[in-house]
């Protein structure tokens, strides 16, 4: 007797050999794992995903649907990739060229989220907690706590844990208004105290 899955698999799914998935996953619809991925405990792949080798998604990852997560791609836990959302891989692609040995590595920090058709250039860091705006284009690193929105990308404001605008006061401290956590903006960096 076999032993039971400890994770979901819908039936149009289509999962390759070689995929580590972890405990309570679930795969839905017409999504495709490919071999040599790595998917963490708890995680959600939307409808029409596509996760490549070598792509790493930690722990409680949530794929909305039609998400393409490209090889060098990896995701920290707790990151949200919002529908739609793009990854690149290649920064000079060309059909008739093949790059498979110049993927540019992508790193999603933990906490981050990523809107609806957002695309995010290959080669740059989102880092902890950044919250990033539906259709924004990612063309530079993005900093841990940043509100980015635009094409390109700017950084209009900061966001707490819990997703937050924060506003500081003339010291230089915001309180999440659904936690009560403190923030400080020390050299235009925020962190949790």
Excluded at 40 to 59: F, H, T, W
Excluded at 83 to 100: D, E, G, K, L, Q
Excluded at 118 to 126: E, N
């Amino acid at each position: 007797m076999s032993e039971p899955t400890k994770y979901f698999v819908h039936p149009s799914a289509f999962i390759d050999e070689g995929c580590e998935i972890g405990e309570g996953v679930k795969i839905w619809h017409f999504s495709h794992l490919m071999s040599g991925c790595k998917i963490g405990d708890q995680c959600n792949i939307g409808q029409n995903v596509v996760v490549s080798p070598g792509v790493v998604l930690g722990r409680n990852v949530k794929v909305q649907n039609n998400v393409s997560i490209y090889t060098g791609v990896i995701c920290e836990d707790d990151v949200f990739l919002g529908p739609s959302m793009v990854f690149t891989n290649i920064v000079n692609p060309r059909s008739a060229i093949i790059r498979r040995d110049n993927y540019v590595k992508t790193l999603v920090k933990k906490g981050a989220s990523i809107g609806a058709n957002a695309t995010v250039i290959c080669g740059h860091q989102i880092g902890e907690y950044a919250l990033i705006g539906a259709g924004a284009v990612i063309t530079k690193d993005v900093k841990p706590y940043a509100l980015v929105v635009g094409n390109p990308a700017r950084q209009i404001g900061w966001v707490s844990e819990y997703g937050h605008r924060l506003q500081f006061d003339a010291n230089q401290i915001a309180i999440c208004p659904e936690s009560g956590e403190q923030y400080v903006l020390e050299k235009d960096m925020v962190k949790k105290i």
